[in-house]
């Protein structure tokens, strides 16, 4: 019987020190996920980061990554990240050739999604977006009409938000 994959986000708090995220991330590799996006941070404690990873499972193989990765010596702490107990966010950064009456539309476009012209020049710009995946994929799709160079995305991070948010 096929069951379907979700896209999962966990938030795993672990030692500061070096290795750590290989053997986080080879936990994850030998059992078979494959992990869409990945982001470690040094955390408020210098002893500690915090590594957001994002994969698809379903729930029972997600239940058993999570409880396989919790017995790593390394890992404090592990938390699922869902829509209602977390904010996320990504940065995205775009490297757009444009023309000198482009530059208009373009800016438009930038302002309505609430993005940074971060570098210009006579014939391109450099684009810095923040917000949630789905914002960052509208821009791109519109975005789409232009002479797109590069693409950068950071991955996805998340927090746990507070109760009084919720």
Known sequence: MYKPLKKEIVSVLVDNQANVLTRVVSMFGRRGFNIDSLTVSATNDPTLSRITIVFNATERSMQQIITQTEKLE??????????????????????VNNTDAQRTGIKEIVDVYRGKIVDLSRGSMIIELTGTPEKLDGFLDMMSTYDIVEVCRTGLTGIESSPDYR
Do not use: F, M, P, T
């Not at 996320?88 to 490297?95: N, S, V």
């Open 74 to 95: 390394v890992v404090k702490s592990i938390c699922l990240l869902n829509r209602e107990n977390a904010l996320y966010r990504e940065l995205l950064l775009i490297k």
